[in-house]
């Protein structure tokens, strides 16, 4: 069965900020203009059991007011110095939300409200930095608009300043400093801190492993609804790391993953239901989820996937399917542990189309 991975992000979550929708595979509206994505998970590092990842960076929720305020009602009050009004016209124009978008005028208008002292803005400028959205990459510029927010208290730009210390971007590695940082987000009120706190107990980084904790953190963010917080909690059930071993438990926490489109959670929840681990066992259920899997940039499903078209177990034999899927593992990560596989299974489908029929024999 192949290894999870920790939660939402880096060795850790990724970064979490209010993440534009167009930059999220997953995406949950809040109240307010601003919408909390979900974290993309990269993984940075395999340990026997677990793969982790952090969330990738999100934006600051916005956590008051309404989302139909008039663009021209914003643009008056932002006038008049109110930072959360410029903060939230900002997004509107990055996102192209009830009126044209204009990333200039979003940047400008999130750089005043960030100024003016609203540290949702602060984060969502490091994001843009930090990103190269609406504006040219600068993971320097990133690392002070998160640092200025973190220090003004707002939670998703300390946890993103620690995605920052996980990767080395714009500041040297250092994963202790990263612990402390999502620590202290996760105390004030960021779920994907939490998340990628618990991905540090997990996996050792700048702290000591302690899988206990790292289900106590997952847990946490997961019943706030970080479903990449569930997809991780999911594989320390699956493995018994922390928790006592509960292979139903695990499917539940993938199944819930799965559905806001977590590509490791499909092809987790695919392995489970077609050994008949905490669900019954399904070939075609499973091979539904590894084709779900696959779409979403799983290659290891889109190995097992092309498996099947290669031998008949659950699809109908068909060699060019199992080519294409085939070439989308190497394309997808020719690291992963099947791509080696992949390219000796590319052979013997190339192989089999090379041999005529007995019809075309004759």
């Known amino acids: 069965m192949r290894s999870g991975f920790l939660a939402r992000g880096l060795a850790l979550l990724s970064p979490s900020a209010a993440r534009f929708p167009d930059a999220s595979r997953c995406v949950t509206m809040e109240s307010g203009t601003i919408r909390d994505i979900a974290y993309l998970i990269r993984a940075i590092l395999m340990s026997a059991a677990l793969l982790a990842g952090l969330a990738t960076p999100a934006l600051a929720q916005d956590t008051g007011g309404e989302a139909d305020d008039p663009v021209a009602a914003l643009t008056t009050q932002c006038d008049e110095d109110d930072a959360r009004a410029c903060t939230r016209l ?17 940047v400008a208008f999130l750089a005043k409200g960030c100024q003016l002292g609203d540290m949702r803005g602060c984060t969502m400028m490091g994001y843009l930095y ?9 993971p320097e510029r990133a690392r002070d608009y998160y640092a200025y927010a973190c220090h003004g208290g707002e ?9 920052a210390y996980i990767g080395g971007d714009g500041v040297p590695r250092n994963d202790a400093r990263a612990a402390a940082l999502f620590q202290q987000g996760c105390t004030a009120g960021s779920k994907a801190a939490c998340a990628n706190l618990g ?14 904790r790292a289900a106590r953190l997952f847990e946490q963010a997961c019943n706030a609804e970080d479903q990449h917080a569930c997809y991780n909690l999911g594989v320390l059930y699956r493995d018994g790391l922390g928790v006592k071993r509960n292979e139903t438990r695990a499917v539940a926490l993938f199944e819930q993953a799965c559905d806001v489109q977590d590509p490791s959670a499909c092809g987790n929840l695919g392995s489970m239901v077609d050994d008949g681990k905490g669900a019954p066992r399904d070939r075609q259920r499973a091979l539904a989820l590894h ?12 190995f097992t996937l092309a498996r099947a078209y290669q031998t008949g177990n659950g699809r109908e034999p068909d060699h060019p399917r199992a080519i294409t899927l085939l070439d989308r593992v190497l394309k997808l990560d020719p690291k992963t542990p099947s791509a080696a596989n992949a390219v000796k299974a590319l052979a013997i489908s190339r192989d089999a189309m090379a041999v005529p029929t007995a019809k075309e024999s004759d």
């Not at 939670?155 to 995605?163: I, M, P, Y």
């Not at 991905?199 to 206990?212: E, I, N, Q, W």
């Open 199 to 212: 991905a540090s107990y997990s996996l050792g980084r700048g702290v000591a492993r302690d899988h206990r």
């Open 130 to 138: 930090g990103q190269g959205k609406a504006i040219e990459r600068s």
């Open 155 to 163: 939670a998703t730009g300390c946890s993103n300043l620690g995605l």
């Open 291 to 302: 084709d779900k899997a696959c779409t979403l940039g799983e290659a290891e499903s889109c």
């Open 90 to 106: 900002g997004n509107r124009l990055i996102e192209g939300d009830g009126v044209a978008r204009d990333d200039a005028r979003g």
